[in-house]
Every structure is written in structure tokens, then in C-alpha cells.
């Protein structure tokens, strides 16, 4: 294994293994500059352990009361202490700075997130599913712990869960493992499986069961299995009705591009208008809304739920706000006037919203355009107009799909049982 080995300033996060946490000869650093670093599994020590897996497994008592347990782990997860192996007992205000540190999320956006995890689990079914024999596989994204759902999904589906974290944001999944076992989850049912990207394919192999969630590049390297669900990039995109007001249209889409900090795969990246006189205008009002917003961790009252996420890597913000720039035809127009990379009061780095208006009017089923549906971990959505045949074009295309019903806007998600791009 090629990891970073030696000593750190900071304390190393460990991982969960064989019932116990666990530190590592190899570490990765955290983003920030903090110190903080992450304990690494090779994957000769994965094959090792699903070895001991499939030794204990047969002979642990059965799980019952899953959801409540779920829920119980939730509300420490949000709110209480829990002990997390390499960092020791983590209050809800340490688990909060740490967040913001590293991978730069508001407390604000962590409350809402946290939120979002509680209702995911009380609006599930009942009763809930039986649970199988199945070693489950979760892959985590960076963008936002919310994800964090499919491991709830799995722990409470599955005989045991193999949790492996994003290393740009490993904090929220050991914090999750800690609440579960806090709650009185079995040790030898849970894992936490920080790896290098290469070593991905082989926990997949060793898993009999698989979500996994990132870019074209990782959904690459493990499609195929017969068991897994990816989930890819959603390009998510909203259709505008040809005689929705201006006014009515920038009040729908504005929270549908902004909330979260636009890091969620169901924000709206292209807003597809049917009436090519509409686009300019509601580009202009929509920029000028995008510009009014805060920029900063503290949201705008206005907007409670929108803070914007800081980034903590080295000239990340920069790439990120170069990638849409790229992108740009020679006819198009980005139409956000406020400077798209700014600092803080603590020194802290954003990229302020985007907003393009492309050139012409899109026709034909092959829409080609490097904005449409590009993803980036800050507010950036393009608006267009396009001819019915390129519109569906779009929609098809996209995982998420946001209607506008006159007084009942809608969000459909598209069914896809294949969630890669």
C-alpha cells in the first residue's frame, strides 16, 4: 500500500475493524492544515477481515429494534458525545468545528443536514425490511454527509455494514459508526474502511452487497457488479414553462440552485426554458438574486439554509470557478457580476454563485455543451432555450428533474436503476 506514514500534529481518526477501532502504519492528512489525519486500510487487511467475517458471522445473536437503535444514534450523532476511536469522546460543538476546519461546512448547513438524516429514517416504511445475510459496501462521497442515509439504509437492511469515507470529509462516517455503537449497534456489525481510491475495486469484490457514490471516473472503475448501485452525477435541471413569470420563475429556482451550498446531486445545474424570450430575462433576475446572497458561513436571514461552504485544499476554489469559465461558448454570458473567489473575515476562501446564459436556441436530441449539467461543489447553473426534442434531450439525461406545475412546483427523479452518469 502506498500511503503517508509517519507522525502528525494532529489526532489521526482510526478505522473500524473486526469489532474494534483500529489505527494504521499509513495515514492520509485532512484538508485544513489542522494536523488531523485518517487512518488507512490496505486492502490485504480488508481480505483479512472478511475472512473473520465470515467466521462470526453465523454466530451473532440477531439484531432486533434496528430503526429505533437508528434513531437513537441519530440524536447523538446530532446532538450529543460520542467516542470516536483516534480523536477520543467528541461533543456536538467539537464534531461541528472539526467540520468546519476540514471540509469547510457552516454549522448551520451541518444542523440541516442532520435534520435531513432524522426525517430520511422516520419517513421510511414500517415495518421495516427483514434483514439478510449481506456484508454491505457504502462509498462516500465529500460533498455532504447526508449520504450517510445509505449507510442507515444498509445497517438496518443488512447482517453488517462496511462504511468507506470520503477522504476529503472522513469525520461525519467515524462520527456515525461512534453514535451506533453508542446506541448498542454489535461492534462486529459495523466497519469503517478508510482506503485510497485504487483499493475501492477490491472492497467491492469482498462486499456482497454495494452503494457507492462519486464521478465518472470512480463510477469507471466499479461498474459491473451485479449487486451495486452507483450513484452518479445528477445533472439536475429544471423545465421552465413557457408563460411562468419572471418574478415566480427566480422565486422557484432560486432555493432549487443556491440551498446547500449547491452541493447536492438534485440541484438544479440547467434551467431549460421553452420560450426563447424568457431565457435572457430570467437569467439577468436570477444573477442578480444569486448576487444578493450572503457570502459567507453565516446565511442570510433571508435564506437561513443557504450558507456557503468554504474550501480548505489549496487552490480548490479556484479550479472549481476556472471549470465553469472553461466551459463557456463564445456566445455565452456569465452574468453574475460579484467576484467569484473571495475570503472571509477568518481568511476562509468561497466561490460566490455562477450564472451563464448560452448562446442561441438548443434543437435536436444532441446537446452537447460542456455546461449542461456540470457539476461543481458551489451554486452554478446555466439557462437556456430549448426546442421540445432538446429539452427532453436534457431530462433524460438528468437523475433529477424539477417541474413547475403553476402553484405546485414538483421535483421528479428519474428512474434509473443505474445512477452513473
Same mark, same amino acid.
Given at each position: 500500500?502506498?500511503?503517508?506514514?509517519?507522525?502528525?500534529?494532529?489526532?489521526?481518526?482510526?478505522?473500524?475493524?473486526?469489532?474494534?477501532?483500529?489505527?494504521?502504519?499509513?495515514?492520509?492528512?485532512?484538508?485544513?492544515?489542522?494536523?488531523?489525519?485518517?487512518?488507512?486500510?490496505?486492502?490485504?487487511?480488508?481480505?483479512?477481515?472478511?475472512?473473520?467475517?465470515?467466521?462470526?458471522?453465523?454466530?451473532?445473536?440477531?439484531?432486533?429494534?434496528?430503526?429505533?437503535?437508528?434513531?437513537?444514534?441519530?440524536?447523538?450523532?446530532?446532538?450529543?458525545?460520542?467516542?470516536?476511536?483516534?480523536?477520543?469522546?467528541?461533543?456536538?460543538?467539537?464534531?461541528?468545528?472539526?467540520?468546519?476546519?476540514?471540509?469547510?461546512?457552516?454549522?448551520?448547513?451541518?444542523?440541516?443536514?442532520?435534520?435531513?438524516?432524522?426525517?430520511?429514517?422516520?419517513?421510511?416504511?414500517?415495518?421495516?425490511?427483514?434483514?439478510?445475510?449481506?456484508?454491505?459496501?457504502?462509498?462516500?462521497?465529500?460533498?455532504?454527509?447526508?449520504?450517510?442515509?445509505?449507510?442507515?439504509?444498509?445497517?438496518?437492511?443488512?447482517?453488517?455494514?462496511?462504511?468507506?469515507? %470520503?477522504?476529503? @470529509?472522513?469525520?461525519? #462516517? $467515524?462520527?456515525? !459508526?461512534?453514535?451506533? =455503537? /453508542?446506541? +448498542?449497534?454489535?461492534?462486529?456489525?459495523?466497519?469503517?474502511?478508510?482506503?485510497?481510491?485504487?483499493?475501492?475495486?477490491?472492497?467491492?469484490?469482498?462486499?456482497?452487497?454495494?452503494?457507492?457514490?462519486?464521478?465518472?471516473?470512480?463510477?469507471?472503475?466499479?461498474?459491473?457488479?451485479?449487486?451495486?448501485?452507483?450513484?452518479?452525477?445528477?445533472?439536475?435541471?429544471?423545465?421552465?414553462?413557457?408563460?411562468?413569470?419572471?418574478?415566480?420563475?427566480?422565486?422557484?429556482?432560486?432555493?432549487?440552485?443556491?440551498?446547500?451550498?449547491?452541493?447536492?446531486?438534485?440541484?438544479?445545474?440547467?434551467?431549460?426554458?421553452?420560450?426563447?424570450?424568457?431565457?435572457?430575462?430570467?437569467?439577468?433576475?436570477?444573477?442578480?438574486?444569486?448576487?444578493?446572497?450572503?457570502?459567507?458561513?453565516?446565511?442570510?436571514?433571508?435564506?437561513?439554509?443557504?450558507?456557503?461552504?468554504?474550501?480548505? %485544499?489549496?487552490? @480548490?476554489?479556484?479550479? #472549481? $470557478?476556472?471549470? !465553469?469559465?472553461?466551459? =463557456? /461558448?463564445? +456566445?455565452?454570458?456569465?452574468?453574475?457580476?460579484?467576484?467569484?473567489?473571495?475570503?472571509?473575515?477568518?481568511?476562509?476562501?468561497?466561490?460566490?454563485?455562477?450564472?451563464?446564459?448560452?448562446?442561441?436556441?438548443?434543437?435536436?436530441?444532441?446537446?452537447?455543451?460542456?455546461?449542461?449539467?456540470?457539476?461543481?461543489?458551489?451554486?452554478?447553473?446555466?439557462?437556456?432555450?430549448?426546442?421540445?426534442?432538446?429539452?427532453?434531450?436534457?431530462?433524460?439525461?438528468?437523475?433529477?428533474?424539477?417541474?413547475?406545475?403553476?402553484?405546485?412546483?414538483?421535483?421528479?427523479?428519474?428512474?434509473?436503476?443505474?445512477?452513473?452518469?
Amino acid at each position: 500500500m502506498s500511503g503517508t506514514a509517519g507522525a502528525a500534529s494532529g489526532p489521526t481518526v482510526s478505522a473500524f475493524r473486526q469489532g474494534t477501532w483500529q489505527g494504521s502504519l499509513d495515514s492520509a492528512p485532512l484538508p485544513g492544515g489542522t494536523g488531523r489525519r485518517l487512518a488507512l486500510v490496505p486492502e490485504i487487511v480488508a481480505h483479512a477481515d472478511r475472512r473473520w467475517w465470515d467466521g462470526v458471522r453465523d454466530g451473532l445473536p440477531p439484531l432486533t429494534g434496528r430503526r429505533e437503535l437508528l434513531l437513537s444514534a441519530l440524536e447523538s450523532f446530532a446532538h450529543g458525545t460520542v467516542t470516536v476511536g483516534g480523536v477520543g469522546p467528541q461533543s456536538a460543538e467539537e464534531f461541528r468545528a472539526a467540520l468546519w476546519e476540514t471540509a469547510g461546512l457552516p454549522g448551520p448547513l451541518v444542523d440541516r443536514w442532520c435534520r435531513m438524516l432524522r426525517e430520511g429514517v422516520e419517513g421510511r416504511a414500517a415495518p421495516a425490511p427483514a434483514p439478510d445475510a449481506a456484508l454491505a459496501l457504502v462509498s462516500l462521497p465529500g460533498n455532504t454527509f447526508t449520504c450517510l442515509d445509505s449507510v442507515l439504509d444498509q445497517a438496518e437492511r443488512s447482517a453488517g455494514v462496511w462504511v468507506r469515507p %470520503s477522504r476529503r @470529509e472522513p469525520l461525519s #462516517a $467515524a462520527r456515525l !459508526v461512534a453514535a451506533l =455503537l /453508542g446506541a +448498542g449497534w454489535p461492534p462486529a456489525r459495523l466497519g469503517l474502511y478508510p482506503t485510497e481510491q485504487r483499493a475501492l475495486h477490491g472492497l467491492v469484490k469482498l462486499t456482497d452487497r454495494h452503494v457507492v457514490y462519486g464521478g465518472a471516473g470512480l463510477a469507471a472503475s466499479v461498474r459491473g457488479a451485479p449487486t451495486l448501485t452507483l450513484h452518479g452525477p445528477g445533472r439536475g435541471c429544471a423545465l421552465v414553462p413557457r408563460d411562468l413569470p419572471v418574478e415566480e420563475a427566480v422565486a422557484w429556482l432560486l432555493p432549487l440552485v443556491a440551498a446547500d451550498s449547491g452541493r447536492f446531486c438534485s440541484n438544479v445545474r440547467t434551467a431549460v426554458c421553452a420560450d426563447e424570450g424568457l431565457a435572457e430575462p430570467l437569467a439577468k433576475a436570477l444573477a442578480a438574486a444569486l448576487d444578493a446572497l450572503h457570502p459567507g458561513p453565516v446565511p442570510d436571514p433571508a435564506a437561513p439554509d443557504w450558507p456557503l461552504t468554504a474550501f480548505r %485544499s489549496p487552490g @480548490e476554489a479556484e479550479r #472549481a $470557478a476556472a471549470s !465553469v469559465r472553461e466551459r =463557456l /461558448g463564445p +456566445g455565452d454570458r456569465l452574468l453574475t457580476r460579484e467576484p467569484t473567489v473571495v475570503r472571509g473575515a477568518a481568511g476562509e476562501v468561497y466561490v460566490r454563485p455562477h450564472l451563464a446564459l448560452l448562446d442561441g436556441v438548443f434543437t435536436g436530441p444532441d446537446v452537447a455543451h460542456p455546461l449542461v449539467g456540470h457539476e461543481v461543489p458551489f451554486p452554478s447553473a446555466v439557462v437556456l432555450a430549448a426546442a421540445p426534442d432538446a429539452a427532453r434531450a436534457i431530462a433524460d439525461r438528468s437523475l433529477f428533474v424539477h417541474r413547475h406545475d403553476r402553484g405546485t412546483p414538483a421535483t421528479q427523479e428519474a428512474a434509473h436503476d443505474d445512477r452513473g452518469p
